[in-house]
């Protein structure tokens, strides 16, 4: 399947001079979403899936259904996830219209599948473009720590996995140096 073909773009949205990536055509026919949803399984190293929202939810939470994932763990933005004292992270993140403030749980990490001393992380989302997102979540998710079943394991993301890559855009550059970098989807912003 030629997933590029699915696309929509729209020129100048959100704002004059983008070019947008519109992934909700998958969505929109069965038999393309399953295949899609395979090969996201396939490409991510780690049982344990961080999805920023909404569209990562759309793409990571069917690979708990088909077993190619044991883990979503949900970022979110301001006042979308409720928490107990102590468990929210805030992450301050550069995006490419501008910086925003998103969420996680460490209970939500601690609810991941551990390997040796480690809770490994696959990074999925739906868009690299500059690359601030995934940074600023990865460089927040390498800084944790949970504890489960009192043995205490140091969190790593593993990998990116993206559902479309903007190759003329920096953002494989942005983050290759934390860790492998995977698209399935390549496309020029012009």
């Keep these: 399947m030629e997933y590029k073909e699915v696309l929509k773009f729209y020129p100048n949205f959100p704002i004059h001079g983008v070019n947008f990536v519109d992934i909700i055509p998958f969505l929109q026919d069965k038999g393309v ?61 550069v995006k490419e219209y501008g910086k925003d403030q998103v969420f996680y749980r460490i209970s939500d990490l601690a609810a991941g599948k551990p390997e040796g001393d480690v809770i490994p992380i696959t990074f999925f989302d739906d868009i690299l473009a500059t690359g601030g997102t995934a940074r600023g979540i990865a460089e927040s998710l390498n800084a944790q720590k949970v504890v489960i079943d009192g043995k205490e394991y140091r969190v790593k993301v593993t990998d ?31």
């Design 33 to 93: 979403f399953k295949e899609l949803i395979d090969d996201i399984g396939k490409a991510c190293a780690s049982p344990n899936i961080v999805a920023p929202e909404a569209r990562g939810f759309l793409f990571t939470a069917p690979l708990l259904y088909n077993g190619m994932a044991e883990n979503v763990i949900p970022i979110r933005k301001k006042g979308k996830l409720p928490f107990s004292e102590g468990d929210l992270v805030a992450v301050d993140i």
């Design 160 to 190: 990116f996995v993206f559902l479309v890559e903007i190759d003329d855009l920096p953002g494989r550059k942005v983050i290759e140096d934390l860790a492998p970098v995977k698209a399935l989807i390549h496309v020029s912003e012009g």
